[in-house]
């Protein structure tokens, strides 16, 4: 697991400005404490899924959202996916609060470019595993994301045994602790074609976001 | 003989898993075993059965999960599950005709601590004292408390269980391949806090297969003294279409634990995939072997909630700056609860290199024993050190003590009959380690005879409590050899026998030697040293010194606990290499640059610099102010990028901490120019960009009450109410929590017409923002300084 360095500049709203060297430097020791310390750890279970218009049916599970509906149609199978950094960040975050806050801030958008860059390496053994039975990855949707409800956390965190396998719980508000981490579906189809990439943005309501990524 | 007894004489058998079978015999993916105990009860009652048929001793009850957490909205309640689960294991035992023992199985809450999680220690106590009630009045022989990977939740389980109950406790943790919990304790750290709390048993369970578990235990078996408990998985869990699997079969499992029981354990037994065969198999190969043989590893150790510190031949620094006596700043942050003042402290000698910090929170005039809870409960969300908790308040030690995650040290108990009756029985109950003030009712003996005898007497009076004396750290007392040219020799000979001739290990409060004297730095580093050589395990220091630091890190590389003098050549190779380019010259800076710059000691110093020519309203208009807005400007058009701007803001506010000082001694206070109360809202836990924009605004002269995140609406009115602000500020970042915003806007409004709100976070847009009634939405921390300068020049105050 590593920081992007170019991710973690982009979170911290980076837009070519000219970067002191002791920012630069900055970046880089909180980089290489977050990778010293974190443990990243992850789960995730295939199972066989059912989609209609607007409800997927998955490992006994009935999601009722549109918007994920378009994002497995066609799949016979998904898998639920959970990944987490561990508490390093979020320990680093309360202690930078106090002594030093720019590096709060590093360690905040360096943490979310690590749970990135670690989601796609778990999502890549998922890839290499589908791609042995002729199967491809459909580009990975989360709770929180369009219509699909935050509810449906306390159910993947149910299924996947989250709190105990990889250490991961949820507030009274479905939120994530540790803060990062990452939950998603990955719908699993047959035809390659289906699978293109589509921009996770694209979804999103927030078009005037400073970080939003239109499709290439 | 009863278990207790039994423990650690012969070997025991646990059973294997539950749920597993329970699987097998069609409980689906998501249902809660234990609710089986109520619908299912012969299920249960038959695998117990199987178990016991096969030879196990212990088995645990189907209640592993009964917590109130768990069982809220199942239609049946934690005491009536966890009852019923004992009664059927019970059952099984006396249907079976068989000497066996049946476990209150206490699984984790699956929720997360603060100050990580949203659940307090209290509340995580408070749901385990049900199942143990309800466990032991329907008979459970034993606690286990199992599958646990946070030290602080099994602390609130053993507590539980100890004050609940008198049954033996055994604890078993989940470690990862790096052998730490997912919180990153290390065994160390769980095995001090463990053994502090005088748990019965300890060992692993779950996580992996015996082979991998095998490798954790030398480790183990060096460093506890305790009975070692392994209760592995069938190997890892595969899964097929959601359903789980474990692939190590009978024998093979078998064979590994016979390995395992050879090299030393007391009880052996299975967790996830291990069914009766893989326990047949087990007791088959193992009955025969005799348990391994416990010695007490005699080990002086405090811990924090991620590593343990062990008294050695590696002397060790305990930091003595988080202690307001003879300090008006660190005693005006007490009385306005400026606890941001002291978690610097305590990271300044972190920096520095302390490996304990001495928290010392007593003043008359404010609350102990709620500032140590306060104080306590910050520390440990910033800084992994041991803690030394300091005081004479037994309500503040014990509070301490019991929130305290891991094994802490007590400051102090001394040779009065008062105190020993007082601080041991504590010290007895939570696990601490102590140290001793060699002085008793005769007050401080004159003689280093004198104060040896107290020791013994202290040693003696320890051993009754069951505190033996590698938990005991014994203070000869410094005093100031401005009064007595004898009063080192005195302090260093006691020292010496204490720690070579009664064996145990020492401390002393340094600096006290000085005093009355001039250039106190040069006797304090000398007589540290030598107490070093005479048998000094841990010095109460400033790190911040560094002429004491120096002594430390020389003595260690001239005494040999520093291999290959590698921590001196840390410390200072890069030390040698400044001093031959010569000091740097950003000290020269002026206020507006330094600002600018971000350099928060030189913006510090100018500040001062310029407050000896300049009136205070003059620094802040002409230097700080326009730097702040320099900065500010650059960041909204983009110019400058974030972590310069905090970077920026962090300095300010070290100029604006110098220009504080100044009023204060002058008698004045800086005015205000209007307060804002701030917030993120109910369900929301994400405070970053609520924090930037407190900085900033206080940068600007605005008192800010920040009330924190997760707030409930009605705090934020009552907030409004009591300080009578006209600015509410609110963050959100989830769509979710939207929905809390609007509301608090809604409510504020209901109640104070004429109050603005101004809102920002992730998900926020204009529109958004207009849609809940917000009266100003802010793109960036910037905006919202913008809005409030507006505001509230426009109609004053």
């Not at chain 2, 143990?132 to 053993?158: F, P, Q």
């Not at chain 2, 070579?500 to 000085?514: D, E, M, P, W, Y």
């Amino acid at each position: 697991m590593r920081v992007d360095r170019k991710e973690a500049l982009r979170y911290l709203g980076y837009r070519g400005q000219e970067i002191e060297g002791q920012t630069l430097q900055m970046i880089e020791e909180i980089a290489a404490e977050l990778e010293e310390n974190s443990s990243p750890k992850s789960i995730y279970h295939e199972y066989g899924c059912k989609v209609t218009k607007d409800m997927v049916k998955l490992g006994g599970l009935e999601i009722k959202s549109h918007n994920l509906s378009v994002n497995l149609k066609g799949c016979e199978r998904a898998v639920l996916l959970a990944a987490t950094i561990g508490r390093t960040a979020d320990f680093m975050i309360r202690k930078y609060s106090i002594s030093n806050f720019a590096k709060a801030a590093i360690v905040q958008a360096a943490g979310a470019a690590c749970i990135e860059s670690y989601v796609d390496e778990v999502e890549e053994a998922v890839r290499k595993d589908a791609a042995s039975r002729g199967l491809y990855l459909r580009p990975r949707f989360s709770p929180g994301y369009g219509d699909f409800s935050l509810e449906y956390q306390k159910d993947i965190f149910t299924l996947l045994e989250c709190s105990k396998r990889i250490g991961i719980t949820l507030t009274e508000g479905n939120l994530m602790m540790p803060s990062k981490s990452v939950t998603a579906v990955i719908g699993l189809t047959a035809k390659e074609r289906e699978s293109c990439q589509m921009e996770k943005c694209s979804l999103c309501a927030k078009t005037d976001c400073e970080f939003r990524q239109e499709g290439d | 003989m009863s278990l207790k007894e039994r423990l650690g004489k012969e070997l025991l058998f646990f059973d294997g898993a539950m749920g597993t079978l329970l699987q097998e015999r069609g409980l689906q993916s998501g249902e809660l075993p234990e609710i089986w105990n109520m619908t299912k009860e012969n299920v249960i009652g038959e695998i117990h059965r199987e178990y016991l048929d096969v030879g196990c001793d212990i088995i645990k009850a189907n209640t592993f999960g009964a917590n109130p957490f768990k069982m809220k909205g199942t239609g049946y309640s934690c005491q009536e599950v966890t009852a019923k689960g004992i009664a059927i294991a019970k059952h099984a035992i006396v249907e079976s005709g068989k000497k066996a023992y049946a476990a209150l199985d206490i699984g984790s809450l699956g929720k997360l601590l603060e100050p990580l999680g949203d659940l307090s220690f209290e509340a995580a106590y408070q749901a385990f004292v049900p199942m143990c009630t309800a466990g032991e009045h329907a008979g459970a022989d034993l606690c286990l408390i199992e599958t646990m990977n946070d030290t602080y939740e099994i602390k609130a389980a053993v507590l539980a269980a100890k004050e609940h109950t008198s049954l033996p406790v055994v604890v078993t943790m989940v470690f990862d391949e790096c052998g730490k919990l997912l919180t990153g304790a290390d065994m160390e750290a769980a095995v001090a806090m463990l053994e502090g709390l005088r748990v019965d048993a300890l060992g692993l369970n779950c996580g992996f297969g015996p082979d991998i578990m095998k490798k954790f235990l030398p480790r183990l078996r060096e460093i506890t003294s305790l009975p070692i408990v392994v209760n592995p998985n069938a190997g890892l869990p595969v899964v097929v279409d959601g359903k789980t699997s474990f692939h190590v079969g009978p024998e093979e499992f078998a064979g590994i634990m016979k390995e395992i029981a050879q090299d030393g354990v007391s009880v052996l037994g299975g967790c996830c995939g291990t069914t009766p065969a893989h326990l047949h198999a087990l007791v088959e190969s193992c009955r025969d072997i005799p348990a391994m043989v416990l010695t007490d590893k005699n080990r002086s150790v405090v811990s924090s909630y991620t590593h343990a510190v062990e008294m050695d031949q590696h002397p060790k620094i305990i930091g003595e700056r988080i202690n307001p006596t003879g300090k008006s700043r660190f005693k005006q942050a007490l009385r306005e609860q400026d606890l941001e003042y002291i978690y610097k402290e305590a990271l300044a000698q972190q920096d520095r290199g302390a490996h304990i910090l001495d928290v010392n929170v007593g003043l008359p005039e404010i609350d102990e024993v709620e500032m140590m809870r306060s104080v306590v409960t910050g520390l440990q969300g910033i800084t992994d050190l041991p803690l030394q908790i300091d005081t004479s308040n037994p309500t503040a030690m014990e509070t301490a003590m019991r929130l305290y995650n891991g094994k802490p040290l007590i400051n102090s108990v001394n040779g009065k009959q008062e105190s020993m009756d007082v601080v041991f029985p504590l010290a007895a109950k939570y696990g601490a380690m102590v140290v001793c003030l060699t002085l008793d009712e005769n007050g401080i003996p004159k003689t280093a005879k004198g104060r040896i005898q107290i020791a013994e007497k202290i040693i003696a009076e320890a051993a009754k409590y069951g505190i033996g004396k590698k938990d005991l750290l014994i203070d000869t007392l410094t005093m100031t050899i401005s009064t007595g040219q004898e009063n080192a020799k005195i302090t260093l000979e006691a020292l010496h026998y204490v720690r070579n001739v009664l064996g145990v290990h020492t401390t002393l409060g340094v600096s006290n030697i000085s005093f009355g004297l001039p250039l106190r730095g040069h006797v304090n580093t000398a007589f540290f040293t030598i107490a070093l050589s005479q048998g000094l395990s841990a010095g109460i220091i400033n790190p911040n010194s560094e002429e004491m630091m120096a002594a430390y890190h020389s003595f260690c590389a001239l005494n040999g606990s520093d291999g290959n003098c590698s921590d001196y050549i840390a410390r200072y190779s890069k030390q040698s290499e400044q001093q031959k380019k010569g000091p740097e010259k950003s000290g020269e800076l002026r206020l507006f640059d330094a600002v600018v710059r971000g350099l928060s000691d030189s913006a510090y110093h100018a500040a001062k610099k310029e407050l000896e020519n300049k009136k205070p309203l003059e620094v802040i208009d002409q230097e700080l102010i326009p730097a702040l807005d320099q900065v500010g400007q650059g960041f909204e058009k983009k110019t400058v990028f974030l972590p310069q701007l905090l970077m920026s803001a962090d300095a300010a506010k070290a100029g604006f901490d110098a220009i504080k000082e100044h009023l204060k001694a002058e008698g004045g206070a800086q005015a205000s120019k209007g307060t804002i109360v701030i917030a993120t809202v109910k369900g929301d836990i994400h405070d970053i960009g609520k924090n930037i924009v407190k900085v900033l605004l206080e940068n600007y002269g605005f008192q800010v009450i920040d009330l924190g995140k997760d707030v409930p609406p009605e705090t934020v009115v009552e907030a409004a109410r009591k300080h009578q602000v006209k600015l509410v500020g609110l963050s959100a970042l989830m769509t979710t929590t939207v929905a809390n915003m609007e509301l608090t806007i809604k409510m504020i409004k209901e109640e104070f017409p004429g109050c603005k709100v101004m809102v920002g976070g992730a998900v926020l847009t204009q529109t958004y923002a207009d849609m809940i009634g917000a009266d100003f939405y802010s793109k960036d921390a910037m905006g919202s300084v913008r809005y409030a300068n507006e505001l509230f020049a426009s109609d004053g105050r």
